[in-house]
Nanobody, 126 residues
């Protein structure tokens, strides 16, 4: 059974930085495309960033391009999200997600992912 566990959330000042990490157990991580999504109160779940199973392709949501960086370590079964220059509107619960289909491209829709973590809260203070 595939399990995803996020860590690293918390309170961060606008303009600072924060690093989220997702540890994956079970399944075949090095054949799993990974993504980060977020959901703010009263809003729909939003694609933040994704990386293919090889780590050769990444994709970002328009609102985080140039500020967030996704990376993965297939030896450690982890995928990280580096949040730079956060803004108040980045405040949300951030979810790690995994897809069992090892596509060469990054899927941006939530229904393209099979496994989800429980989420970690990121709060940006202005």
């Amino acid at each position: 059974q595939v399990q995803l566990r996020e860590s690293g959330g918390g309170l961060v000042q606008a303009g600072g930085s924060l690093r989220l990490s997702c540890a994956v157990s079970g399944g075949t991580f090095n054949k799993t495309n990974m993504g980060w999504f977020r959901q703010a109160p009263g809003k729909e779940r939003e694609f933040v960033a994704g990386i293919n199973w090889k780590g050769t392709t990444t994709r970002y949501g328009d609102s985080v391009k140039g500020r967030f960086i996704i990376s993965r370590d297939n030896a450690k079964n982890t995928v990280d999200l580096q949040i730079n220059n956060p803004k108040y509107e980045d405040t949300a619960v951030y979810y790690c997600a995994g897809s069992e289909i090892p596509l060469p491209v990054v899927v941006v829709k939530a229904d393209g992912y099979d496994h989800w973590g429980q989420g970690t809260q990121v709060t940006v203070s202005s």
